[in-house]
């Protein structure tokens, strides 16, 4: 059990001498305030659940107030006291544009509280205006083109949304300063589905933007827990907000925020989170995607019936914090199993210190002529061309058949599948316009195409679709608390209209239909489609588990089996 996600907890006062470690400094009451942050900070990592004040009335208060209560008058001249005030006055607006800055405000404003803060070059926390605070100068043109597009269309519906009295107000935390270009075009792709669910919702709503940060060697919302807090002082000021959504990477970093926003009562609905751990966090949390243990089950449920596959390795991060490979090589080793397929190897890949080999070494051990043998990749996008390179190097015509998690999607998108066209990539996917014979048949799809151009067969990413579905669900929510009464406040009964969202009465989203367990935070037996990855960035639908929209219109050829793996 994680108690720090816990809502209320017993309160126990007591007085008396301390008798606890000695390295617990005492704070004095006049210093409350302070001293509670700094032992809440501290609380996970030194387990010290007791906050000790030392009340001795025979010692003067430390606190600013104690201080200067002790301060004896200043007692200047009449001469000196105009200029003082005008010098201090002119250092002190000297110093707003330095302050500011450590801020991530403007130079100019006065402001004591921000809602952003500087963590190396980056602004963590939230912003009304993305455009000034997270698009930094050297992206590319495109890049930089699309964001600037998708924020400012978000900023313009906020503004109508803002006119009217019922509005809610939902914050998309993620990382918003990535260190890829491919990075952003998948943000950017989930900013448009979310800018999407807004405009056509028939619930005004704002979005404001999060920034979580990246972190050192592209770890993942690494200051997620900074952005939290910053999205709790929000919305204790104002009550309009009602929920977040974003948390589209599964690391211990994205838990910290999850269990910090659950604990100030604000829900939140994940986006591509799918490690089986992060439904766990708390009750606050809710997403829209399958989890990983369905995703093995699919994938097991794949190799078995559908190749014959007999006997399989697994390989994955050795990043301890990358809980979404650690978890889903743990679920794919039970899922191969259960299906009486022999798991050969279970080996990770050295991403900076840790035990494990680097991924190119890795692969050159992967090599397999043994019929019915598979790869089964449960790692990350960006560590699996080394690893195909190390087959390459070695394998030849020993190339055994690849089948990744759905962080293969990624790889796919990025091209990289023309560098190996003697590997047979099949990997999973949570959403993908390719499904279908003309994706512009299904609403979301057809709106997204007319308002940012292309065609179905340009748009390749389901990410977009995940995005919407999830501000969908909040709405949804958002419109059961208002169904008996309009004036009703909309945050302390959100998490119950969402929890109720079940199989019974689900909803229809672009990924397909979404229905809360009675005992799960997860959609049961969300839809999970196989794919194989071409050289030309496209990918050919193969198998699907579950229910997608307008099933009489998906392509002839997708396997649509009618025994796949059922959510227990």
């Known amino acids: 059990m994680d108690h720090l996600s816990r809502l209320d907890p017993l309160l126990v006062v007591t007085a008396g001498e301390w008798s606890g470690p000695e390295d617990v400094r005492g704070v004095h009451p006049a210093d409350a305030p302070a001293g509670y942050r700094d032992w809440l900070a501290l609380l996970a990592r030194s387990g010290n659940w007791v906050l000790r004040f030392d009340v001795d009335p025979r010692v003067p208060a430390p606190g600013v107030a104690g201080a200067l209560s002790q301060v004896e008058p200043l007692r200047l001249r009449r001469a000196v006291t105009a200029p003082l005030v005008l010098t201090l006055f002119a250092a002190s607006l000297a110093g707003v544009p330095l302050l500011n800055h450590a801020r991530c405000d403007v130079w100019w404003s006065p402001s004591m509280r921000s809602p952003l803060v500087r963590v190396g070059a980056d602004c963590v926390g939230v912003s009304a205006d993305p455009l000034r605070d997270f698009v930094p100068d050297g992206l590319p043109a495109e890049i930089r083109a699309d964001l600037g597009d998708v924020y400012g269309r978000i900023m313009a519906t906020n503004a109508k949304a803002a006119a009217k009295p019922d509005v809610v107000t939902v914050v998309f935390l993620s990382i918003l300063t990535p260190s890829t270009a491919n990075s952003y075009q998948a943000l950017v792709e989930e900013l448009r589905g979310v800018w999407v669910a807004q405009n056509t919702s028939s619930i005004p709503i704002k979005v404001l933007l999060a920034n979580g940060g990246e972190g050192p060697g592209g770890q993942g919302l690494e200051f997620g827990g900074i952005a939290a807090d910053k999205i709790a002082a929000l919305a204790a000021d104002d009550p309009s907000v009602v929920a977040v959504t974003g948390l589209t990477i599964s690391t211990n970093s994205a838990k910290t925020a999850i269990r910090r926003l659950g604990g100030n009562a604000l829900p939140v609905v994940g986006i591509l989170t799918s490690a089986d751990d992060m439904a766990e966090v708390n009750e606050y949390y809710y997403q829209v995607g399958p989890n990983n243990r369905r995703e093995a089950r699919v994938a097991a449920f794949y190799a078995d019936r559908h190749l014959g596959i007999g006997k399989v390795s697994i390989f994955y991060s050795g990043d301890p914090s990358d809980r979404y490979s650690q978890n889903l090589a743990e679920d794919a080793n039970t899922a191969f199993a259960e299906r009486g397929i022999e798991v050969t190897r279970y080996e990770k890949y050295r991403v900076t210190t840790e035990d494990g080999v680097p991924p190119f070494t890795l692969g050159q051990s992967a090599c397999s002529d043994e019929p019915g043998h598979a790869v089964f990749y449960a790692g990350r996008a960006q560590y699996l061309p080394d690893f195909l390179h190390g087959m390459n190097s070695k394998c030849q015509s020993s190339t055994p058949r690849v089948i990744s998690g759905d962080s293969g999607s990624r790889f796919v998108l990025d091209g990289r599948m023309a560098e190996f066209p003697n590997v047979r990539l099949d990997y999973m996917s949570f959403a993908n316009p390719s499904a279908w014979t003309d994706c512009a048949k299904v609403p979301f799809y057809k709106y997204y195409l007319d308002v940012f151009g292309g065609t179905c067969a340009t748009m390749r990413d389901g990410r977009s679709a995940a995005g919407h579905d ?83 219109e998906l392509i002839a050829s997708l396997v649509q089996p009618s025994d796949c793996p059922e959510d227990r």
């Open 470 to 552: 999830a501000v969908q669900v909040i709405a949804e929510g958002v419109r059961q608390v208002r169904r008996t009464d309009p004036e009703a406040p909309v945050r302390p009964g959100l998490l119950a209209e969402i929890s109720n969202i079940r199989a019974e009465n689900a909803i229809q989203g672009a990924t397909g239909v979404i229905g809360f367990g009675t005992n799960s935070r997860v959609p049961v037996d969300k839809a999970i489609l196989v794919l194989r990855g071409n050289a030309d960035r496209s990918s050919t639908p193969l198998l699907l588990c579950g229910e997608l929209p307008f099933r009489t």
